[in-house]
């Protein structure tokens, strides 16, 4: 991933020192299980500790010139390290495993950390967004259906409803995590038969993992899973992102990206403020659904193993990481700083569809005196052109429908009042922001 989207706390889990070092644990872990069972001569295991070589920029650049020797990572990285420690004790390293033992248990602690930590920055989204929620619960807004007014509503709804799919989000990361909490270490085709099970027993329990049965490899559905949790968390964010990017057209200006006073919208109109983190957010959730695509073409591979699924995660799996941390804080910050323009969102309901947002109201009213609905409809229909074309509030034209006064007859001005009654309207709005007690702090 390129530095413009990696911060650094995640970058860290992926870096080749991160890597390198989970893998000599686990091998340091594996002898002194041997060591245990009485395989490797318990001296020997302790000279390994303590003569294991420190990773470092220096240990990457030995593996990376050996590999270019043995075109084989880990068996770079096994000679090197054999090397580092030396004499007969080097020589237990790797006793009985084959890379993927090592390969795919460390992916799969690093996998845990990173979900960790993503589940850590949705903790945050998650306050963010109920603190606004909260704060705004009250304020009124027109709701859209296909992009056109359709009734009110309040923009604290719209971001509670929000927050409640962000919690979703969490717990399918968690469901993730739990489903890659697992490692293995049974050897070429998963049989153990150059390995007691108690190793892998004991090293996976050093590493807060599961064993699970396998064959060369971990079932690549797990990882799959993770990284739909990611592409769904990366729709979440484009979501709301697509939300802010509308209402802060010039048209609606209901909402706008937070704007510092040296910043530049633009290299040519000074005037210009565009929704910039919301639209890099929108593409980034491409990103992330294309990495889900990939993912799950590593699922089927041939027989007990094969690599076609190496470089791909060599590539989706640090990436799709690194991409949905960085769009999670990102969107986290852009919700914290959301300037919010109630006042537009007042004036556009009420005054730029003349009162439309009312119609179903209005049609119920008369279905309620006695009308019939279709008859009810086309009037209310007919009135709301009237309406629209000629620029007056809907309950006025209404109030002057002669079919309206005849069948409202004397409680033609308490009624409409109850139609446009814009807390009637809202009367029950809260149920989303209300829904959000139930939501807990976090799930990290």
Not at 134 to 160: I, N, Y
Not at 247 to 275: C, D, I, W, Y
Not at 384 to 409: F, H, M, Q, S, Y
Request: hydrophobic letters at 45%.
């Amino acid at each position: 991933m390129i530095g413009r989207y990696s911060l650094p706390e995640m970058a860290a889990l992926w870096s080749d020192e991160a890597k390198l070092a989970s893998w000599l644990e686990i091998e340091l872990l594996a002898v002194e299980a041997l060591a245990d069972l009485g395989t490797v001569p318990r001296a020997d295991a302790v000279a390994c500790r303590t003569r294991s070589p420190k990773i470092d920029a220096a240990f990457v650049a030995r593996v990376a010139a050996r590999e270019a020797v043995t075109d084989h990572d880990v068996a770079a990285f096994v000679d090197v390290v054999q090397e580092s420690i030396g004499g007969r004790e080097g020589s237990w390293v790797h006793h009985g495993l084959t890379s993927s033992d090592v390969v795919d248990t460390a992916l799969s602690a690093t996998l845990v950390k990173a979900a960790t930590l993503l589940l850590q920055a949705l903790d945050g989204l998650v306050r963010a967004l109920r603190a606004r929620s909260l704060e705004h619960g009250k304020t009124p807004m027109v709701g859209r259906t296909h992009g056109m007014h359709a009734e009110p509503t309040t923009f604290g709804s719209k971001l509670a409803l929000y927050c409640l799919q962000v919690d979703r989000d969490r717990e399918r990361m968690v469901r993730a995590r739990d489903g890659i909490s697992v490692g293995k270490l049974s050897g070429a085709v998963g049989t153990y038969s150059n390995i007691d099970p108690a190793v892998e027993t004991h090293v996976c329990r050093a590493l807060g993992l599961t064993p699970v049965p396998a064959t060369q490899v971990i079932s690549r559905d797990r990882h799959g899973e993770f990284l739909y949790a990611c592409a769904a968390v990366g729709t979440t964010v484009e979501t709301i992102a697509t939300e802010i990017r509308n209402l802060a057209r010039t048209e609606v200006a209901e909402v706008e990206e937070a704007f510092s006073a040296v910043q530049k919208g633009s290299s040519a109109m000074p005037h210009k403020r565009n929704p910039i983190t919301s639209e890099r957010l929108v593409g980034l959730s491409r990103v992330l659904r294309g990495y889900l695509a990939a993912g799950l073409e590593d699922v089927a591979l041939w027989h007990e193993r094969d690599i076609s699924h190496s470089s791909v995660e060599r590539i989706v799996l640090p990436d799709a990481s690194l991409v949905t941390y960085y769009a999670v804080k990102a969107m986290t910050r852009l919700v914290e700083t959301l300037v919010v323009h109630a006042e537009t969102m007042a004036t556009n309901m009420r005054e730029v569809s003349q009162g439309l947002v009312f119609s179903q109201s209005a049609l119920l009213a008369l279905v309620g005196a006695g009308m019939p609905r279709d008859s009810a409809y086309r009037i209310v229909q007919r009135d709301a052109r009237v309406a629209l074309e000629e620029k007056r509030d809907l309950k006025t034209v209404l109030e002057e429908d002669p079919e309206v006064a005849r069948i409202l007859g004397d409680s033609l001005d308490r009624v409409l009042d109850e139609v446009f009654d814009l807390d009637r309207v809202l009367e029950h709005v809260g149920q989303a922001i209300e829904a959000l007690g139930a939501v807990p702090e976090t799930r990290s």
